[in-house]
């Protein structure tokens, strides 16, 4: 089984000078265009000089945005899915991924080499094929890959196509160096982090303010060795499902009077400065949801989210009766579902063996199922309401992130019904324009 390989496959040309140019310009009389003509006819070595001096200066004491002008590609193959997740994190990395879906047994999986060296490495193997086989035998009988993938591991490969900034591939590495990530998870940000150095060094040096932890816009963390405050919460909620835990209403900037000639005018005439005011309408909720599922959520940028530590989930799994297991409706009805319960707590059982065993946390993680049951913490604000809600209500969407949403979008119709009109599938904000290549015909049947 190869192991991953990262390709820089674009960047912005000139990355450095670029940002450096920007910066420049800020101070300066001079256009950044001309800045960087006067820049360009340096010898070499003081150009860098200079570059290094201006980002020191710029970059280096906390000015985020220096490092936000450039761009960097990446193409990433055969990472596990635990890397992938710990990628889409950061708001303001985008990515385009191979869905897993297309996963494949001939693929196969990876296995740390604290793992493949230890006298339980013979019975994760086969744990883990296991699950592959399990996976090829439902879809070959007709259960939808999407929901047979439930029980793939967090060490499947896949692979992603990633772009980012400077500023956000810092972020990303600064976070990935953090106790309870994957040790492949690391290596992987580590790897981007190289080659986008390679193109500009001082873009991703440590000048001091660059690599506070203040200075990123803060992600959830699903790595974190425990998330104190959301374990808290979801105790104190009797671990239910789905929690709506409040939203401004009429205390809001906006009074619920006013909210419906908002929203006729972002939906109807597409009116930008509606829909900028509808973000000032919040609404907030916990939702458990398997790690599939969560991987559809977190990439849904425009949410803000906090997850509960992966850690934290399984050590809940292990002492519930139910083992924190998320079954898709096509498994349970099927004469899969027996063993589907069995495989999902013998993962379970087999991270806690190697544990047992001297194995790292951050290292046996990769043997959990996507099956394995989270909290998500989701704020949505009108403009999601709108759009986000919009995208996974749609019939073509994974049907737990359809089901959730679903749940959100009658809290707002109760609540708020002026938006809650318009929290449906994208074919009725659209004015019955469907933008999927199959027409299910919603908007027909409820008379939009």
């Given amino acids: 089984m190869s192991e991953f390989t990262v390709s820089l496959i674009g960047c912005t040309e000139n990355p450095q000078t670029l940002s450096v140019v920007g910066a420049l310009g800020c101070f300066e009389e001079k256009s950044s265009a001309q800045l960087l003509e006067e820049l360009s006819r340096l010898p070499e070595?003081?150009?860098?000089?200079?570059?290094?001096?201006v980002l020191k200066n710029s970059f280096g004491r906390g000015h985020g945005s220096v490092g936000d002008q450039n761009c960097f590609i990446f193409s990433i193959e055969n990472l596990p899915r635990a890397a992938t997740l710990q990628l889409c994190l950061p708001e303001y990395l985008g990515h385009l991924q191979q869905s897993l879906r297309r996963a494949k047994a001939s693929r196969g999986f990876y296995l740390p080499e604290t793992i493949k060296n230890s006298k339980l490495a013979a019975e994760a193997e086969k744990t883990l094929l296991q699950s592959f086989d399990l996976y090829e035998k439902m879809v070959q009988t007709g259960i939808?890959?999407?929901?047979?993938?439930?029980?793939?591991?967090?060490?499947?490969?896949?692979?992603?196509?990633?772009?980012?900034?400077?500023?956000?591939?810092?972020?990303?590495?600064?976070?990935?160096?953090?106790?309870?990530?994957?040790?492949?998870?690391?290596?992987?940000?580590?790897?981007?982090?190289?080659?986008?150095?390679?193109?500009?060094?001082?873009?991703?040096?440590?000048?001091?303010?660059?690599?506070?932890?203040?200075?990123?816009?803060?992600s959830a963390q699903l790595f974190a060795l425990t998330n104190a405050s959301l374990k808290r919460l979801i105790r104190l909620l009797q671990n239910k499902p789905f929690i709506f835990l409040g939203w401004i209403g009429k205390n809001s900037v906006f009074p619920t009077s006013m909210v419906s000639e908002m929203v006729t005018e972002a939906v109807t005439k597409k009116n930008e400065v509606e829909l900028a005011n509808l973000k000032h309408i919040h609404f907030e909720f916990l939702s458990s949801m398997s790690l599939a599922c969560f991987h559809q959520a977190i990439r849904q940028r425009t949410w803000d989210q906090s997850v509960e530590s992966i850690y934290d989930a399984i050590d809940m799994a292990l002492g519930s009766e139910d083992r924190r297991m998320v079954i898709p409706p096509s498994i349970k009805k099927s004469d899969f579902a027996s063993i589907y319960q069995c495989l999902h707590a013998k993962m379970l059982d087999l991270y806690a063996e190697l544990i047992a065993n001297g194995i790292p946390k951050s290292e046996a993680i990769g043997v959990i199922p996507h099956s394995l049951r989270i909290y998500?913490?989701?704020?949505?604000?009108?403009?999601?309401?709108?759009?986000?809600?919009?995208?996974?209500?749609?019939?073509?969407?994974?049907?737990?992130?359809?089901?959730?949403?679903?749940?959100?979008?009658?809290?707002?119709?109760?609540?708020?019904?002026?938006?809650?009109?318009?929290?449906?599938?994208?074919?009725?904000?659209?004015?019955?324009?469907?933008?999927?290549?199959?027409?299910?015909?919603?908007?027909?049947?409820?008379?939009?």
């Avoid at 070595?45 to 001096?53: F, I, V």
């Avoid at 998870?185 to 060094?201: I, R």
């Avoid at 709108?386 to 996974?392: E, V």
Wanted: net charge positive.
């Fill in 45 to 53: 070595d003081q150009r860098l000089k200079k570059e290094k001096a």
């Fill in 144 to 218: 939808p890959s999407e929901d047979a993938r439930f029980l793939l591991p967090l060490y499947t490969k896949t692979n992603i196509q990633t772009a980012g900034n400077a500023r956000e591939l810092c972020h990303l590495w600064q976070m990935s160096n953090r106790d309870g990530v994957p040790s492949v998870v690391k290596a992987v940000a580590g790897e981007m982090f190289s080659l986008a150095k390679e193109k500009a060094p001082y873009l991703f040096e440590d000048f001091g303010f660059n690599y506070e932890t203040l200075a990123w816009y803060p």
């Fill in 376 to 448: 998500d913490l989701i704020h949505v604000n009108g403009w999601n309401a709108l759009h986000s809600i919009g995208k996974r209500a749609c019939i073509q969407a994974q049907w737990e992130i359809r089901k959730i949403v679903w749940q959100i979008a009658k809290i707002i119709k109760k609540k708020l019904p002026s938006l809650g009109q318009w929290t449906e599938p994208q074919c009725v904000t659209y004015g019955g324009k469907c933008p999927e290549i199959k027409d299910c015909g919603y908007y027909k049947k409820i008379g939009r």
